[in-house]
């Protein structure tokens, strides 16, 4: 609001990518192509071009990862804290610390998440958290509502609605998946057996089909989804893997 819409465009942009050539350095294994792919995909253009928050979200979120890897249980949970900025994409990753035993982590993320929330309502008062769970309840009738009629909503759900599976149907189908979900990532993440970049991958692959508010640019995280199946072995040279990167890529 401070600056001229052109070149808040240009930041915003300038941050975003910034962001993720960040967060994506340490998982590219010092391979500077896999680092542009995973810095540049076309998978960001719909959250680039509309200025949505997406990419910094999942910069963030790579970011946690990482400092998971690499034993920085606090600074992980720090980060994570700051991911209640998108609290629908972040249901399973209390989860996944759970399974894992990360209780300096969640500590840290609470603490953290406290304070992000406290600080403002110094500011705005506390009306505005009644005002907050107003507005968000007309915003979910809307959307159960016309679910089938949001194009540009993805997910479990909204594929329900398309193909004519009635609202609480589909709904029903959505907590059924997301439970699947929930109860995957914590058999994966409390398993020792698996890598890091295997429960990364599943993580996020869940996060996308646990979520029953969804939009079409968080198809962002899908890059970095690749990069972990193929940083785990999953993917391979084979062709139909090729394919599946790359379509993930784009």
């Not at 949970?77 to 991911?83: D, H, K, P, T």
């Not at 698996?194 to 599943?202: F, Q, V």
């Not at 968080?218 to 040279?237: C, D, K, N, Q, W």
Request: aromatic share 10%.
């Amino acid at each position: 609001g401070l600056l001229p819409y052109a070149v808040a465009f240009l930041a915003m942009t300038l941050i975003s990518v910034t962001a993720m050539a960040l967060a994506a350095r340490p998982f590219a294994g010092g391979v500077r192509p896999v680092w542009a792919a995973l810095a540049l995909a076309p998978a960001y253009l719909p959250a680039l071009v509309i200025g949505q928050n997406s990419l910094i979200w999942l910069a963030v979120l790579l970011a946690a990862l990482h400092a998971l890897r690499t034993g920085q249980a606090v600074l992980a949970g720090i980060i994570i804290g700051c991911l209640t900025l998108k609290p629908q994409l972040g249901l399973l990753i209390p989860i996944a610390l759970l399974a894992a035993w990360q209780w300096r982590t969640i500590l840290a993320a609470a603490v953290t998440t406290i304070l992000l929330a406290a600080l403002p309502t110094l500011v705005t008062g506390v009306g505005y958290w009644q005002l907050l769970i107003e507005k968000l309840g007309l915003h979910a009738d809307r959307m159960v509502t016309l679910i089938g009629e949001l194009d540009l909503t993805v997910g479990p759900f909204f594929l329900a609605s398309m193909l004519g599976l009635p609202t609480p149907a589909a709904l029903a189908l959505q907590w059924a998946i997301t439970g699947i979900a929930a109860l995957s990532v914590f058999v994966f993440w409390r398993s020792s057996r698996i890598g890091l970049d295997a429960k990364a991958a599943l993580l996020l692959t869940e996060i996308l089909l646990s979520a029953p508010y969804l939009w079409y640019y968080e198809a962002a995280m899908m890059p970095a989804i690749g990069l972990f199946l193929v940083r785990s072995g999953i993917l391979t040279t084979r062709p139909w893997h090729l394919v599946l990167l790359v379509l993930l890529w784009i």
